[in-house]
């Protein structure tokens, strides 16, 4: 069974940058679309950005396109999102998993997230 180990969080004041990665068990992982999502206190989780098995990026949320990066290394496993300029919005726990519910549901189960990484803008 895929698990998935995210870190990179952390405090930064608005207009820094952080990298995020999310390291995934299992042979398959260059196999399957990977995504980045976020989740504030007290909302929904949403979807940030997606990048295909083979490295192409399809996807980015309209208040984070230009500022966040997407990329993998599949040699590693990992995945990655690089947060530029950030904003007191973009306070909130990051995940990482597959947007694909077949696949994500064959390797990890439907309702598996790992314990994503906090990310906190402030002054």
């Known amino acids: 069974q895929v698990q998935l180990v995210e870190s990179g969080g952390d405090l930064v004041q608005p207009g820094g940058s952080l990298t995020l990665s999310c390291a995934a068990s299992g042979s398959d992982f260059s196999t399957y679309t990977m995504g980045w999502y976020r989740q504030a206190p007290g909302k929904e989780r949403e979807l940030v950005a997606i990048i295909t098995s083979g490295g192409s990026t399809n996807y980015y949320l309209d208040s984070v396109q230009g500022r966040f990066a997407i990329s993998r290394d599949n040699a590693k496993n990992t995945v990655y999102l690089q947060l530029n300029s950030l904003k007191p919005e973009d306070t909130a726990a990051y995940f990482c998993?597959?947007?694909?519910?077949?696949?994500?549901?064959?390797?990890?189960?439907?309702?598996?997230w790992g314990q994503g990484t906090q990310v906190t803008v402030s002054s």
């Open positions: 998993n597959t947007p694909n519910l077949a696949v994500r549901t064959r390797l990890m189960g439907l309702d598996y």
